[in-house]
């Protein structure tokens, strides 16, 4: 049973990093530590998924005739394109806290729901039909 856990350690390794970049984003209010807590998550997918996609005794997918087990390269390929995205969603991400910054002067969620209803209850509401006051 215990070499089980040692055999398969990065599994447990990329669960444990999924684990505490998820609980990063749900427990944090401030959103720089919800963004990094998203890249922590993300890392941990792409180890996950690198090291399923590792063959014991495979070699690179070239044809030779002493090769008998060849490793996939997709896996590897589609993790690229992976890190490129996220790093694009990121830059998405603080570009956003940065324009939330300007617009509430902080970063902490509650904080920014507090105003964002205050904002919203102060506002006049039309209801009587009187297009007039348009």
């Not at 922590?40 to 044809?63: D, H, M, N, R």
């Not at 939330?100 to 039909?129: R, V």
């Amino acid at each position: 049973m215990i070499e089980f856990f040692f055999e398969k350690y990065i599994y447990w390794f990329s669960i444990l990093l999924m684990m505490i970049g998820l609980y990063a984003m749900i427990e944090k209010g401030n959103l720089i530590k919800k963004i990094i807590g998203m890249n922590i998550f993300q890392t941990a997918v792409f180890l996950f998924y690198i090291s399923i996609a590792k063959v014991e005794g495979g070699t690179a997918p070239i044809l030779w005739k002493k090769a008998d087990l060849y490793a996939n390269p997709l896996p590897h390929v589609l993790i690229l394109t992976a890190i490129v995205v996220s790093v694009s969603v990121t830059a998405v991400a603080l570009a956003l806290v940065l324009r939330i910054y300007k617009a509430y002067g902080t970063i902490e969620e509650e904080q920014i729901l507090k105003m964002a209803k205050e904002i919203s209850n102060s506002k006049p509401i039309l209801n009587d039909g009187d297009s007039s006051k348009l």
